[in-house]
């Protein structure tokens, strides 16, 4: 089990260039999973501000 931080938008960006970044974060990520990693490599993820709440994303709905 491991937590991975990343910056994927600035404030000002909209809900489409958030979307499109998460998107290549996530396509990135699961392409550089070890072919020995067995079951679900993500379980969940969040979006939050810099000191704001984080908001849990639905990856099953967004992930195409």
Known sequence: VW???QIIANAS???A????NFLAFNNEILT???ATAKGVYM???SVSSTMGA??????KAIVK
């Open 3 to 5: 937590n991975n931080s």
């Open 32 to 34: 550089l999973k070890p």
């Open 17 to 20: 260039t958030l979307e499109e």
């Open 54 to 59: 984080g908001v849990k994303v639905d990856i």
């Open 43 to 45: 379980e969940n993820v």
């Open 13 to 15: 960006f909209d809900e």
